[in-house]
Every structure is written in structure tokens, then in C-alpha cells.
């Protein structure tokens, strides 16, 4: 666990939403590769691991594993997708709490003025500058095991920042 993060990045979490609080954030459900709100306990990929690098988080998926990461393209900069590894903006999370104790993520590449969020009407999470719907509880699925797949607890290469690459180790 890195000193710096208040989320182990050797268990799996699960997201839960204010708007949808008995449905969690799952993967491929309806859509491969794309994230919506499933019953909890319902799908594997209701797992999420919050890996720590740089002050940003990737979002790796219990079913999907270490070699796939969530995140936004320049093509598609709403709603998030399950893509290939990399250190790209799009794969990059910025998590912060709110004074409730809920946590918003924001995307490197969305900018500053979007949250992920979820709205009454929809069952799919997408990117929005609204914050209402943005507040995740965050909480740590003991049944789920602990991460030891060492795909899962490695750091990710060639981390961008703006403009520029970052080689890491």
C-alpha cells in the first residue's frame, strides 16, 4: 500500500453511487469493455483495484486484470472504457473527498471541470461537469481476495504528463 493513499491497492473495491446507492460500478455487463451500474454482487467485475502512481490512480478490473486499465480517449471523452495498459492522460484518475466522506474522480484528460459521475436517468457513469452526481463511496470488498498477481501491483511505464512522457520503473 503506498504511504500516500488512504486505498489499499492490494484489495478490490467497489463504487457506489449517491444517485444509485444499491448498484455499484461494474464492467461489461451489457457493453464489453464499457462501465454501468449493476445489483451488487451480482458480476466479478464489480471489483475495481485503485493503483497509486504519481498522485494519480489507475483503475484496474477484478476481470480484466492487469493489462487493462479504465479511462477516456480523445475519440470518446465521456463515457469511460476498459483500454490497454498505458500511461496515457486518459488512463490517469484524480481522487479527492468531499466533506461528506464520498470521493470524486476526475480524468487527466477530461480537465478539471469534469467529474464521473452518474444521473437519475441513467444507469451508465459518464464524465460531467455537474458534480451532483459525482460523490462515490468507495468501499474495500474483503470477499473479493487480496491482490498478489504481480500484473495487478506493477507500476505503469511511461507515464504522460500534459505534453510529455515520463519514463518510470
Known amino acids: 500500500m503506498s504511504s500516500k ?11 457506489f453511487n449517491n444517485v444509485d446507492q444499491n448498484n ?3 464492467s461489461g455487463a451489457s457493453r464489453p469493455k464499457y462501465i454501468n451500474m ?4 451480482s458480476l466479478s467485475s464489480e471489483n475495481w483495484q485503485l493503483f497509486p502512481q504519481s498522485g494519480r490512480y489507475f483503475l ?14 480523445t475519440q470518446s471523452l465521456i463515457i469511460p472504457s476498459m483500454l490497454p495498459r498505458s500511461g496515457d492522460l486518459g488512463q490517469q484518475w484524480i481522487l479527492n473527498q468531499w466533506s461528506d466522506g464520498t470521493w470524486s474522480l476526475k480524468n487527466e484528460l477530461a480537465g478539471n471541470d469534469s467529474f464521473l459521475s452518474l444521473t437519475y436517468a441513467a444507469t451508465v ?3 460531467d461537469t455537474n458534480s451532483d452526481g459525482s460523490h462515490w463511496n468507495i468501499e474495500i470488498n474483503v470477499s473479493a481476495g487480496q491482490i498478489t498477481n504481480s500484473d ?5 511505464g511511461n507515464l504522460q504528463v500534459g505534453d510529455l512522457s515520463v519514463e518510470t520503473s
Open 60 to 73: 484496474r478490473n477484478y476481470d480484466y486484470g492487469g493489462e487493462w486499465q479504465l479511462g477516456l480517449t
Open 125 to 127: 457513469p459518464a464524465m
Open 5 to 15: 493513499s488512504p486505498l489499499d491497492d492490494t484489495y478490490y473495491y467497489r463504487f
Open 152 to 156: 495487478m501491483l506493477s507500476s505503469v
Open 24 to 26: 455499484t460500478m461494474s
Open 38 to 41: 449493476t445489483a451488487q454482487g
